[in-house]
T-cell receptor, first 114, second 109 residues
Framework: ETGVTQSPTHLIKTRGQQVTLRCSSQ?????VSWYQQALGQGPQFIFQ???????GRGNFPPRFSGLQFPNYSSELNVNALELDDSALYLC?????????????FGPGTRLLVL | ELKVEQNPLFLSMQEGKNYTIYCNYS?????LYWYRQDPGKSLESLFV?????AVKQEGRLMASLDTKARLSTLHITAAVHDLSATYFC?????????FGDGTTLTVKP
């Protein structure tokens, strides 16, 4: 059973650019959530996808968007990057109806916006 | 808006001692999680708690949930250096998880 993987591991962009981060869910998991974790803070919920549909969204502007594919892999897209977007981006997968199941986090993508 | 507060935010303790981390949340929830994060690493799941009175234990860590008080605790028994990390609680409601600010635990010999 493979775990959650993310790519790339590190990324440097400049203000105004666009970025796409990728996540491959753990086998058998149909729900994926994305989080932003700034240095020294707890993760902030961006959104969740279940069976390719957005299932919940946190307080992030529309320039943060996502996709989930039929194989349950996922993308996070951020347009018009700002300096404050510099953070660790984490995805987490879980089986939707497994109440006893927790979320399994990937290793994260560290994004630096200059 | 769901708010999650952890305390303390920083905890320095001696090996062999016991301590408790508290997690208060502001509204009803579907489930509550505890995670561990080592510096520069991702989050590792420790516990998921669903119902009032739920208690789970793994090694030196024990988590409990009181949904009426909207309080969860993470109790550390006979701390060892390997437990040094940041611990987060997170509350999930309708598919959205809200995290506390974390408790950074340092266990000293």
């Amino acid at each position: 059973e493979t775990g959650v993987t993310q790519s790339p591991t590190h990324l440097i962009k400049t203000r105004g650019q666009q970025v796409t981060l990728r996540c491959s869910s753990q086998s058998g998991h149909n729900t994926v959530s994305w989080y932003q974790q700034a240095l020294g803070q707890g993760p902030q919920f961006i959104f969740q996808y279940y069976r390719e549909e957005e299932n919940g969204r946190g307080n992030f502007p529309p320039r943060f968007s996502g996709l989930q594919f039929p194989n349950y892999s996922s993308e996070l897209n951020v347009n018009a990057l700002e300096l404050d977007d510099s953070a660790l981006y984490l995805c987490a997968s879980s089986p939707r109806w497994g109440l006893q199941e927790t979320q399994y986090f990937g290793p994260g993508t560290r994004l630096l916006v200059l | 808006e769901l708010k999650v507060e952890q305390n303390p935010l920083f905890l320095s303790m001696q090996e062999g001692k016991n301590y408790t981390i508290y997690c208060n949340y502001s509204t009803t929830s579907d489930r509550l999680y505890w995670y561990r994060q080592d510096p520069g690493k991702s989050l590792e799941s420790l516990f998921v708690l669903l119902s009032n009175g739920a208690v789970k234990q793994e090694g030196r860590l024990m988590a409990s949930l009181d949904t009426k008080a909207r309080l969860s605790t993470l109790h550390i028994t006979a701390a060892v250096h390997d437990l040094s990390a940041t611990y987060f609680c997170a509350v999930e409601l309708a598919g959205k998880s809200t995290f506390g600010d974390g408790t950074t635990l340092t266990v000293k010999p």
